[in-house]
């Protein structure tokens, strides 16, 4: 879901639900006033036939008066809707003072101690009415009826209001929403424009004009970012440059010599074997680890070839490496460094091999360094061999600040 979707989804909902809980609190106080001025208005046609009919000694014969008649509908015109009106006694209508065609059922009214609205109802045509009643005498009370049909029309229109009013606000939120979704975006797929740009190395776009303040952060984070990496590129540049002319011939070969002959740590024949280049060895000096064709036999050959260049004798130390690797098997290793001294013009050679069946016992080690630095490495391994001989190599390494190459050899141990 993108950031458009998300601002609309919670938008839209929070508008609707806000126009609706004001709308059905509206709908609902608009509905009980009108019902409530309904009922006032048919208490007030009943009590005032009642004043009129408590005074006579004969209520019926009384109103029933033509004049007296036209007297009570005179009182009652400013109840517009007042559509029934007359006079109960003991559950039977005795006097109509409003002729009407319908009435609500009033044997089953009862005559109240004060007035009253009753809730609104259906009379016998169907029509929904508000009646009210109003006592004359102990057994007798004026009923008023008052048309409830009006009312729910008002009704229905509101509704129908506060439906529009709901839809418009649908639309509107959505709209607003939609705009400010959009504006997001925009300045949001700047910043990704310029984050594109920092990403393949290229001119940024011209700084953009942003509305929000945490794009303007965010764009002000991406152009630092920007101009911290193109800082740093520069300097990157400018190093390699520097490199490119403090390099010569001599370094880019003991470079190319350090990479090639990098730290091994090798397992053959029940043996391990860990070997590094000291210091700065010279470009001649070469390792190579053999492990003969059936498994079981292991060789480590180490040497220093001569050569009227550092380049030319690192091919030859390259070269030497390849063809004790490819050559030496099981039991012919004097033959290879027989053949390997004119062939490769090599100043010092020193070797070690081994089968499964004369596993080395004891940890020694195999060195192409001074007399000095030589005895020195053995004495340290013979009375440090409890070590294993990656830890035997770190020790060594830190002790003898030689060039060279030294191996440390150890029986190889189970893994727990």
Not at 77 to 88: D, F, G
Not at 141 to 150: L, Q, R, T, Y
Not at 293 to 308: F, N, P, R, W, Y
Not at 353 to 363: G, I, K, M, P
Request: hydrophobic share 50%.
């Amino acid at each position: 879901m993108n950031i458009r979707l998300t601002i609309l989804s919670l938008s839209i909902p929070l508008f609707l639900l806000l126009v609706g809980l004001n709308g059905a609190l509206l709908f609902d106080q608009e509905t009980t006033e009108m019902k409530q001025a309904l009922g006032d208005q048919a208490v007030a046609a009943a009590v005032t036939v009642s004043a009129f009919a408590a005074t006579a000694p004969d209520p019926v014969r009384y109103l029933t008066q033509p004049a007296r008649r036209a007297s009570v509908q005179k009182a009652t015109m400013e109840v517009t809707e007042l559509k029934a009106l007359y006079l109960v006694r003991s559950r039977t209508i005795v006097a109509h003072l409003i002729p009407a065609s319908a009435t609500i059922d009033a044997a089953r009214l009862h005559a109240p101690a004060a007035p009253v609205a009753l809730p609104i109802e259906t009379n016998s045509a169907g029509r929904r009415v508000v009646a009210a009643l109003a006592p004359v005498s102990p057994d007798m009370f004026i009923v008023s009826e008052v048309d409830a049909e009006p009312l729910y029309a008002r009704i229905a229109a509101l509704k129908r209001l506060l439906l529009l009013l709901l839809i418009s606000a649908g639309v509107i939120g959505g709209g607003l929403a939609l705009l400010v979704a959009r504006r997001v975006t925009r300045e949001l797929a700047l910043n990704r424009a310029m984050i594109a740009a920092i990403a393949r190395d290229a001119a940024p776009p011209p700084a953009p004009v942003l509305m929000i303040r945490e794009t303007r952060d965010l764009a002000a984070a991406v152009g630092l970012m920007g101009a911290s990496l193109a800082a740093g590129l520069e300097r990157d540049r400018r190093a390699m440059i520097e490199l490119d002319l403090l390099r010569d011939e001599t370094a880019s070969v003991a470079a190319y010599h350090q990479a090639a002959f990098a730290p091994v740590s090798w397992h053959s024949a029940g043996v391990t074997v860990e070997v590094r280049m000291l210091g700065d060895a010279p470009a001649g000096c070469f390792f190579a680890l053999c492990k003969g064709h059936d498994g079981k036999h292991g060789a480590l050959v180490m040497g220093e070839c001569t050569a009227s260049t550092p380049a030319t004798a690192l091919a030859q130390a390259l070269a030497a490496r390849r063809f004790f690797e490819g050559h030496t098997g099981a039991g012919n290793t004097v033959k290879c460094v027989a053949i390997a001294r004119d062939a490769f013009e090599l100043a010092r050679i020193v070797w070690v091999d081994w089968t499964d069946s004369e596993t080395v016992t004891a940890t020694r080690t195999l060195a192409l360094l001074d007399d000095k630095s030589t005895q020195r490495a053995a004495a340290y391994v013979h009375q440090m061999g409890m070590l294993d001989p990656d830890a035997l190599m770190g020790d060594l390494t830190a002790l003898l600040p030689v060039c060279g190459v030294l191996a440390v050899l150890g029986r190889q141990r189970p893994v727990n």
